[in-house]
């Protein structure tokens, strides 16, 4: 019960779970009804960096296997993804976001089928998503450092993540679009302590992409990806390609 494990787990679904009694109101109700029908599933990392080699050959065997039974899950599934507490000082909101983006390029290292062909790998296209064993996802990253945008803090860093689905099936009309975007933008409102992020764009939409909803920073600025394609790869530090060399080797 003392295990970090459990601490994190037990302040995830306080968050999740809140409501009335002064507590917020979780702004993604769709994930409050997936963790209510018991549709997650949870994956808990070594450290707290995702990126780190040995925690992305953790995830990746993880995230196929659930990848093969999430339309069994529930309409509202997610696979959430827990990192170790942070030792020392809390890194910086972009020190985490970048830690997730070389996540999601380690995972394109693992993953043994190719990018769907129906879908561009140029992550500043407006119809780009990131996909794994074929599957289009939406990831998103939470972490520590948020202190205004509640929506992206937890605990630890925290990575929740959907099939494409999921999203397509709660936005299948212009009308149930309308409904679910109009219901959580309400909520983000009440519940972040700064204006709504102007990133937070309709999948497709002409000059936008989805790459900027994934990592948001705290003021209402764009959080821009390293990666063009994340097949390609590319350089951003010292030590983040040095990971993506370890993670290359080890995959091959």
């Not at 009694?21 to 209510?36: D, E, H, I, N, Q």
């Not at 990746?60 to 000082?89: C, D, F, H, K, W």
């Not at 209402?220 to 390609?241: I, L, V």
């Amino acid at each position: 019960m003392n295990a970090w494990q459990r601490l994190v787990y037990e302040e995830f679904k306080t968050t999740i779970l809140a409501k009335g009694s002064g507590l917020k109101t979780f702004p993604c109700v769709y994930a409050t009804m997936g963790y209510r029908a018991g549709d997650h599933r949870y994956v808990f990392l070594e450290s707290d960096d995702p990126s780190e080699p040995r925690n992305v050959r953790i995830i990746a065997p993880a995230l196929r296997a659930y990848l093969q039974v999430s339309r069994s899950l529930g309409p509202n599934t997610s696979l959430v993804i827990m990192g170790a507490p942070t030792e020392g000082s809390l890194k910086t909101v972009e020190q985490y976001n970048n830690e997730f983006f070389d996540m999601l390029r380690g995972l394109r290292i693992w993953d043994s089928k190719p990018w769907p062909k129906d879908i561009p790998q140029e992550t500043m296209n407006e119809k780009w998503t990131f996909c794994f064993d074929g599957i289009p996802l939406f990831p998103v990253a939470l972490t520590p450092a948020h202190q205004r945008r509640w929506s992206r803090h937890a605990p630890v860093p925290l990575v929740a993540l959907q099939p494409k689905w999921v999203l397509d099936n709660l936005m299948s009309t212009p009308e149930k679009r309308k409904s679910a975007t109009g219901k959580v933008r309400k909520l983000l409102a009440e519940y972040d302590q700064i204006d709504i992020s102007p990133d937070l764009t309709q999948y497709g939409e002409e000059g936008t992409s989805e790459i900027h909803q994934l990592c948001l920073k705290d003021e209402n600025e764009t959080m821009d990806c390293p990666f063009d394609d994340f097949d390609k790869g590319g350089g951003r530090s010292s030590s983040s390609s040095s990971r993506r060399s370890s993670m290359e080797e080890t995959a091959t």
